[in-house]
């Protein structure tokens, strides 16, 4: 099958790659880009482990194909930390142990980060449906949902 | 005499008898004196959880009995 | 209750060693691992839930450009019965044979063959170009079919095991079990009041959100390397040795990180098709499930039909009960019948009883152990009873389970008297809740019911490395599932005597560390936890030998106290004490560098109970129930690391409401699963679940040394019925089956 070549920008870098049409960015950002952080839990868009930002706009990358990157800019886990160390939201994530195997993690920090950006002081309800699109099995949510407030708080008051 | 317990669903192996009074200083000596009385039941026993005095062993083969233990055969624990 | 103990850094809740790792997407789990020239490998399933196979034609596939190698059942060894070993037990025959179908297929989505291929797109048509042909047989889809007289056979050498008289004709029925004790008649004579009731459950998968994944890579002198994600990858090379019949010392596993199991990674299921396929192209293969895999092919638990009969006197005091527990096996014998017998009636004094339970054949996946397997099934029975005669006896429903509390002493219905338990402490706990204590919200329901689970130890192995500078480093065998690595960098630094922040822990792969058993039974951080502790002291103890060469004084007289060999009280030596980093210092003068061992078979796992409180409200036009606030009070012993503790508490309280609101396997009538996929298999997300309160109980167990009991697998016990005893306490209706999804109490409301 002929591959299409793809121009786009993955965490602030310009990336070009080559990939067949039915291909998902899931697949081209893990086999391909080698960006295995985002995870692949389900491949229907029904469990958010592989939530990343297409132009600002959460998606789940193995709804969106490959070639539909063309010309967009992309962040995913591994764009969230600088230089000057990790994110406030992973830092919560961390200090509220709001994981525990951590497979749902990078989609949930990505979720969030979407979440905060739009809406930086939202109530608990807010954040349950906004993250309703992430499934984690593990922990309940209830440190979850304690990392993200604290996370709001932080970003909102730097300490 | 250690009193030992055989669980319902192992009397088949004991001719029906439920419980025994053995003399043996360890678990080992315990399994070869039930060996001598039943002898179908070792391997189906040696591969049994056992609770001595109320502690659970999954492998109890080297455990100490006293005079007055009671030990009772029971089916592993398996978890998730 | 034990004296409280002042420890340093136990009972503190630090970030985990592993977690800049895991929120930055660097950590590889199981589909991560990429190898050069690596092709993928994919199954294909059978489309029928009971058929013999007549033929498997591989040529077609195997002619295709970029198809480098496929497989089917001709190409393993002959099955052979025998123990699989390890945590879960079993018949390596039906683990074969579950991995890969030989005469027939069991299963809609069982494995039929397998193929590799340049990409994954491309082994996917390959499977398309396998012929198969078979010759459909009728399905066994419930209890019911399996157990009658005349029920087709899944397996026709099948002969119900433990029965009084070795039965002459073969079943679906795979084993039965009894237990028993006093007098069960008289026992019901001497009651007041008697209550019965019938429940049945669904399967349910344990829903694990990273799907199976593994990575082999087998060179030409026969030596496979495994990359995958699993509770246990010295079980694993154990398991692929006998299916494969290779040599162990041939078989590397290396544990990925893994992104949940509760149970259901336990079980080997792709590894052995993606060796034999690598062995065959001589590339390394990967092999991922799709999710539709996983809910058809692996895991689930048991669907159970259960019934309980309950007599108790007008004091609440219980006289006798029975139960009658049906699990489903799946396709090969093994559900958790025993745990749930053993456990139904465990919480409670109880002087006549008696239990039979089965292990049923059925034509859908083979079961797997999922988080206190056996256990929530039946007590959802038991502690919907208590409920029913709490009201009937009009006693407030913590104190009849009070009145009843198993306590250290009381012989537990599976045997052994208890040693000290926290049952009664967990019951008292939840009597005094703030939750217990307030109002009921108006117009909801609330809710409670006790868990129980046994908890093991099996083996394992640590060392621990002092560094030059004095930090230490901890090798074990446990795949980290859910923080377990913070917890024996918190047993290692209060051993010792440092800080958290010196101690790292690494999981060693099979070549580089003893064997371990399991990630699994909440034993890691009792049976682990115990090896690294030995392991400290090994390193205190030559420690102490160094200190005493270097000071020209006699061993017995140098002690080990925070974190630096003394002088004994008494001893005349002008010396400054020798911390870690002093003596890791000075190691290359006093025998080279430190390092401790230890091995061991972990006995004495301390039993764990909860109990669970819910206040739920339910929709009556829709019949959707809501969870308004749940809270889950648990003995864990002692907490190392209470903030994962709280976080199994809450994480198997979820999974449990989940199971108890919406989650089961729909099969139509052909056997075929219905919902294999997270949008109509449907596990709780963040909206339908409120914050989880949670109350850790400390009654700590005397075997371990610092009190450990483990604490995974209880929390999912108590849930199902706590909703269940909510829902009829909010509608007045007992809804004897589950999921409570709203078409099931939508009915239920309308029949009343």
């Known amino acids: 099958m002929n591959k299409v070549q793809v121009s786009t920008s993955i965490n602030g870098e310009e990336v070009e790659f080559l990939c067949e049409p039915q291909q998902t960015l899931l697949e081209v950002l893990r086999e391909t880009l080698d960006k295995t952080g985002t995870k692949e839990g389900c491949s229907t868009g029904d469990c958010g482990a592989c939530s990343v930002l297409l132009d600002d706009r959460l998606v789940c990358s193995c709804l969106v194909l490959g070639v539909e990157a063309q010309g967009s800019e992309i962040s995913t886990i591994e764009g969230m930390a600088g230089s000057e160390g990790l994110h406030p939201i992973q830092q919560k994530f961390l200090e509220h142990a709001a994981l525990q195997c951590g497979i749902c993690t990078p989609g949930l920090i990505v979720a969030t980060k979407a979440l905060l950006d739009k809406n930086p002081n939202p109530d608990e309800e807010t954040i349950r449906y906004w993250l309703a699109g992430n499934l984690c099995r593990c922990t309940g949510y209830d440190k979850i949902v304690r990392a993200v407030q604290d996370a709001a708080k932080e970003l909102a008051h730097p300490a | 005499m250690a009193k030992v317990v055989i669980p319902d669903h192992l009397l088949t192996l004991t001719g029906g008898e439920r419980e025994v009074e053995v003399a043996a200083k360890n678990f080992r000596e315990l399994l070869i004196a039930l060996e001598a009385r039943w002898p179908d039941s070792t391997v189906v026993l040696g591969k049994c959880a056992a609770a001595i005095d109320g502690q659970i062993y999954q492998d109890a083969f080297l455990e100490g009995l006293n005079p007055d233990s009671e030990v009772f055969f029971m089916q592993r624990i398996e978890g998730g | 209750m034990a004296e409280a103990v002042d420890y340093k850094v136990i009972g503190t809740s630090p970030v985990r060693p592993d977690g800049v790792d895991k929120v930055t997407g660097r950590a590889q789990y199981g589909a991560d691992m990429n190898l050069p020239n690596m092709i993928y490998g994919k199954v294909l399933r059978s489309p029928h839930a009971h058929a013999r196979i007549k033929s498997v034609d591989l040529s077609?596939?195997?002619?295709?450009?970029?198809?480098?190698?496929?497989?089917?059942?001709a190409d393993f060894p002959q099955a052979q019965h025998g123990e699989?070993?390890?945590?879960?037990?079993?018949?390596?025959?039906?683990?074969?044979?579950?991995?890969?179908?030989?005469?027939?297929?069991?299963?809609?989505?069982?494995?039929?063959?397998?193929?590799?291929?340049?990409?994954?797109?491309?082994?996917?048509?390959?499977?398309?170009?396998?012929?198969v042909s078979y010759e459909p047989l009728p399905p066994v889809l419930d209890l019911d079919a399996a157990m009658a007289v005349d029920?087709?056979?899944?397996?026709?050498?099948?002969?119900?095991?433990?029965?009084?008289?070795?039965?002459?004709?073969?079943?679906?029925?795979?084993?039965?079990?009894?237990?028993?004790?006093?007098?069960?008649?008289?026992?019901?004579?001497?009651?007041?009041?008697?209550?019965?009731?019938?429940?049945?459950?669904?399967?349910?998968?344990?829903?694990?959100?990273?799907?199976?994944?593994?990575?082999?890579?087998?060179?030409?002198?026969?030596?496979a390397t495994v990359w995958c994600c699993t509770q246990g990858h010295f079980e694993f090379r154990a398991m692929a040795s006998k299916v494969l019949n290779m040599n162990i010392a041939d078989l590397k596993f290396i544990a990925s990180e893994i992104g949940g199991g509760f149970g259901g990674k336990t079980v080997l299921y792709l590894e052995p098709l993606a060796i034999l396929l690598s062995q065959k192209s001589h590339r390394p293969v990967k092999m991922t499930m799709t999710r539709e895999e996983v809910f058809r092919a692996t895991g689930p638990t048991s669907g159970t039909h259960c019934k309980v009969k309950v007599g108790a006197k007008k004091d609440g005091t219980l006289t006798a009960a029975t139960a009658w527990l049906a699990?489903?096996?799946?396709?090969?014998?093994?559900?958790?019948?025993?745990?749930?017998?053993?456990?139904?009636?465990?919480?409670?004094?109880?002087?006549?009883?008696?239990?039979?339970?089965?292990?049923?054949?059925?034509?859908?996946?083979?079961?797997?152990?999922?988080?206190?397997?056996?256990?929530?099934?039946?007590?959802?029975?038991?502690?919907?009873?208590?409920?029913?005669?709490?009201?009937?006896?009009?006693?407030?429903?913590?104190?009849?389970?009070?009145?009843?509390?198993?306590?250290?002493g009381t012989q537990a219905p599976y045997g052994p008297k208890f040693p000290a338990i926290g049952f009664k402490a967990c019951l008292e706990a939840a009597k005094q809740h703030p939750h217990y204590t307030r109002p009921i919200p108006e117009g909801a329901g609330r809710g409670v019911a006790a868990g129980f689970w046994f908890n093991v130890g099996m083996q394992s192995s640590a060392e621990v490395h002092i560094n030059e500078n004095g930090t230490v480093t901890v090798v074990e065998g446990n795949p980290d599932i859910g923080g377990s690595r913070a917890s024996m960098c918190l047993m290692a630094a209060e051993t010792l005597g440092v800080t958290y922040e010196q101690v790292r822990t690494?999981?060693?792969?099979?070549?580089?560390t003893g064997f371990s058993n399991v990630t699994g039974g909440s034993r890691t951080t009792f049976a682990t936890g115990m090896a690294v502790v030995q392991a400290c002291e090994d390193i205190i103890a030559q420690c102490k030998a160094r200190a005493a060469a270097t000071w020209g004084v006699d061993e017995d007289q140098v002690e080990w106290e925070d974190g630096q060999a003394v002088p004994a009280p008494g001893v005349n030596a002008d010396v400054k004490p020798l911390s870690l980093a002093d003596i890791a210092a000075n190691a290359a003068r006093t025998g080279g560098p430190l390092l401790g061992r230890a091995s061991l078979n972990a006995q004495g796992a301390g039993a764990s109970f909860a109990v669970n409180i819910a206040d739920v409200k339910v929709d009556r036009d829709t019949g959707k129930v809501d969870v308004l606030s749940y809270t889950a009070i648990q003995d864990a012993g002692k907490a190392i690391h209470p903030a994962y503790v709280e976080g199994q508490m809450q994480g198997g309280a979820a999974q449990g409401i989940g199971w108890a609101l919406n989650e089961e396997y729909i099969f139509n009538t052909d056997g075929v699963m219905e919902n294999a996929g997270?949008?109509?298999?449907?596990?709780?997300?963040?909206?339908?679940?409120?914050?989880?309160?949670?109350?850790?109980?400390?009654?700590?167990?005397?075997?371990?040394?610092?009190?450990?009991?483990?604490?995974?697998?209880?929390?999912?016990?108590?849930?199902?019925?706590?909703?269940?005893?909510?829902?009829?306490?909010?509608?007045?209706?007992?809804?004897?089956?589950l999921p409570f999804s709203p078409p099931r109490v939508l009915e239920a409301l309308d029949n009343a």
């Open chain 3, 84 to 131: 699989i070993g390890g945590e879960g037990g079993g018949d390596v025959a039906d683990l074969a044979k579950n991995i890969m179908a030989r005469d027939k297929v069991l299963y809609h989505g069982h494995a039929v063959a397998a193929v590799a291929a340049r990409s994954v797109q491309l082994a996917e048509a390959a499977l398309e170009a396998i012929d």
């Open chain 3, 327 to 408: 699990y489903e096996a799946g396709a090969f014998a093994g559900a958790p019948m025993g745990p749930g017998a053993m456990s139904i009636f465990a919480p409670y004094r109880l002087d006549n009883f008696h239990i039979e339970a089965l292990d049923v054949l059925v034509n859908k996946p083979k079961v797997a152990a999922y988080r206190a397997p056996g256990a929530p099934q039946s007590m959802h029975a038991m502690e919907c009873a208590l409920d029913d005669l709490a009201r009937e006896l009009g006693m407030d429903p913590i104190d009849l389970r009070m009145k009843n509390a198993a306590e250290e």
């Open chain 3, 60 to 73: 077609k596939a195997l002619a295709m450009p970029g198809v480098y190698a496929a497989v089917s059942g």
């Open chain 3, 506 to 512: 690494l999981i060693g792969d099979t070549e580089s």
């Open chain 3, 678 to 737: 997270f949008l109509d298999y449907r596990i709780p997300v963040a909206s339908d679940l409120p914050m989880i309160d949670t109350q850790i109980i400390e009654v700590p167990n005397p075997s371990h040394p610092y009190g450990v009991r483990g604490v995974g697998e209880t929390p999912i016990v108590a849930p199902l019925a706590v909703i269940a005893n909510a829902v009829r306490a909010a509608t007045g209706l007992r809804i004897n089956d």
């Open chain 3, 151 to 223: 029920a087709t056979l899944l397996d026709e050498n099948c002969f119900t095991k433990n029965l009084p008289e070795k039965p002459d004709k073969p079943s679906n029925i795979a084993a039965v079990m009894q237990l028993a004790r006093g007098d069960v008649e008289a026992g019901f004579a001497d009651a007041d009041v008697i209550v019965e009731g019938e429940y049945r459950i669904p399967m349910a998968h344990q829903g694990y959100i990273e799907p199976h994944a593994c990575t082999a890579s087998v060179n030409e002198g026969g030596q």
